[in-house]
């Protein structure tokens, strides 16, 4: 005799490939906008000054 937990995930597996199998409908979706052009390393000429400060109390 098989453990119900055996039987249980033997039936959710069959329930899988029966989902696996029907027919899937793709739907035609518009190209997303396009992104801002993203800063690279070259763009150094507006580039912000980083750095860290230390704060001793």
Not at 2 to 18: G, H, M, V, W
Not at 20 to 36: G, I, K, N, Q, S
């Amino acid at each position: 005799m098989l453990d119900a937990f055996i039987i249980e995930e033997i039936k959710r597996r069959e329930r899988n490939r029966e989902d696996r199998d029907r027919p899937v409908v793709e739907l035609p979706l518009p190209a997303p906008p396009d992104r801002p052009h993203r800063r690279t390393e070259t763009d150094d000429d507006e580039k912000p000054q980083r750095g860290v400060v230390v704060i001793d109390l």
